[in-house]
Each structure stands twice: as structure tokens, then as C-alpha cells.
């Protein structure tokens, strides 16, 4: 009978399950939902502010949308993720290897974009009208060319870094943290939701939902890919949308 060296552990030491790891210390994590919170109570305080406010030209305003959209995803990949050795594609998770996997996740997230559609559009009925953010968001559409190829490049960073950080990131380090999926997916949803205090509490609230219907998606499908292109699309179709609602209201109408 072998003797084992003494030098050597007769049991070996247990190891987290891989998609418990933690991505980042937890400093780390509470800096970024803190930071969250705090940008929620300042743009709380000064939404009433922003939808009675006149701006002449958004270039400044989406130059710093976008810068801010990045800064946020810096702060999460150099300073928490990279550190843990997760790669940044693991994050993100599924892969694009032929034509067919792209047009498989577009064709997702066109189906998803239904589905966010339909639960929101019940979630407006539910919570009622929220005149607040139809004036926020007028405020800030875009009114040039400049302003519109601005705008895109917002949603595709919008689309980008926003479900890098709350799905990839946060979602995965919840889940690290309780072991459970349920929790993980609503923990970063309220964030989210807190995200947006511009928009009120209603808003607030139909942000929350929307971030937990990305969440079960990245769940489900194990990767951000179709999340991404959904939020990217629909932020960057928000007003092609109003021009067109716009229009419809301004055509005649005839009893029969």
C-alpha cells in the first residue's frame, strides 16, 4: 500500500464552481453601485430641470454620453475584471465563428425586441402615463445629421457598455455571491433601473423590468451578443420612431 508524501493533502482542497468566481473584488463591485446610486439621486434632483431646458446643439452633451458610456466600462474591465484573469470575449460569452451565428443572434434579438415591446408597452399601461419623460426625451432627440450619426454611435455604446456592465458584470458577480440566478438577475436590474432616475420613479421602475428581461436573456442564451444588438437597435430607432409617430398623428383622419 502506497503511503502518500507527507507533504501532500489527502483531500483535496475545494474549488469554487467557474461560474461562481468572483470578477472583481467586492470593493470593486460596491464603488460601482454606489457610483450608480449617487448618479441616480443628481439626475433625480435635476430631471424637472432637463425637460424644461432648451439646447441649441446636443454635440457636447452626446460627445459626453458616449465618453461616459466608455469611462464606465473601463472602470469595470482594468480596474475589476482583467485582474481576475477572465477574458474579456468570456464575459461577454457566446461565439461568432461563421455568417450564420451573427444572423442567428440578430434574428434573437428581433424576437426579443417583440417580447421588450410587449411588456413594457403592458408596463406603461399598468403604471400610466409619464409625461416626464416624453419631455426628457424630446429635450434630448437629435435634430441634426451631426446629431443623429451622434446619437447611433451613442446606442451602439449604449448597447455595448451598458450590458458588459450589468449583465456580463454585475449579474455574473450576484450570481458568484448567492448562487442564485433569481437573485443575480433582479440584483442587477434595480441597479439599472436606479441607473436611469432621470426618468422618475415610473421610469425607474419600466428600467428595472427592461434590464431583468436582458438579464433572463443573457441567462438563457449564456451570452450578451443578442442583448447587445437589441439594446444598440432600439436606442438608435427611438427617433426614427418619434418622427414617424409624428407623422401618423399629423395625417388626416376620416370616419367611415
Known amino acids: 500500500m ?6 501532500m493533502p489527502l483531500v483535496a ?4 464552481a467557474p461560474d461562481r468566481k468572483l470578477l472583481a473584488p467586492w ?4 464603488g460601482l453601485v454606489l457610483f450608480v446610486f449617487a448618479t441616480a439621486l443628481v439626475q433625480t434632483h435635476s430631471a424637472s430641470h432637463i425637460a ?3 439646447i441649441s446643439s446636443r454635440v457636447g452633451l452626446y460627445s459626453f454620453m458616449i465618453c461616459f458610456e ?10 475589476g475584471v482583467r485582474h ?9 460569452g457566446g461565439k461568432w465563428t461563421r455568417a450564420a451565428d451573427i444572423w442567428r443572434d440578430i434574428g434573437i434579438a428581433l424576437v426579443f425586441w417583440m417580447i421588450v415591446l410587449f411588456v413594457l408597452g403592458l408596463t406603461g399601461i399598468i403604471l400610466g402615463k409619464n409625461t416626464q419623460v416624453q419631455k426628457i426625451v424630446m429635450v434630448l432627440m437629435p435634430r441634426s445629421t451631426l446629431e443623429t450619426i451622434l446619437w447611433v454611435i451613442i446606442s451602439i455604446s449604449a448597447g455595448f457598455c451598458e450590458e458588459f456592465t450589468f449583465r456580463g458584470y454585475l449579474q455574473k458577480q450576484f450570481f458568484a455571491a448567492t448562487g442564485s440566478n433569481t437573485v443575480a438577475v433582479a440584483a442587477q436590474a434595480i441597479v439599472f433601473g436606479a441607473a436611469h432616475g432621470y426618468q422618475g420613479v415610473r421610469g425607474m421602475i419600466t428600467i428595472t423590468i427592461y434590464g431583468a428581461l436582458f438579464g433572463i436573456l443573457a441567462f438563457l ?6 442583448g447587445m444588438i437589441q439594446h444598440a437597435m432600439q436606442d438608435a430607432c427611438v427617433p426614427f420612431f ?13 370616419s367611415g
Open 221 to 226: 442564451r449564456k451570452s450578451l451578443r443578442p
Open 52 to 54: 424644461n431646458r432648451h
Open 70 to 79: 466608455f469611462a464606465l466600462l473601463a472602470y469595470v474591465w482594468f480596474l
Open 2 to 7: 502506497a503511503i502518500p508524501p507527507t507533504n
Open 13 to 16: 482542497a475545494a474549488q469554487p
Open 27 to 30: 470593493w470593486h463591485t460596491i
Open 242 to 254: 418619434l418622427k414617424l409617430a409624428n407623422y401618423l398623428q399629423k395625417l388626416p383622419h376620416y
Open 84 to 92: 481576475s484573469g477572465t477574458k474579456f470575449v468570456d464575459v461577454i
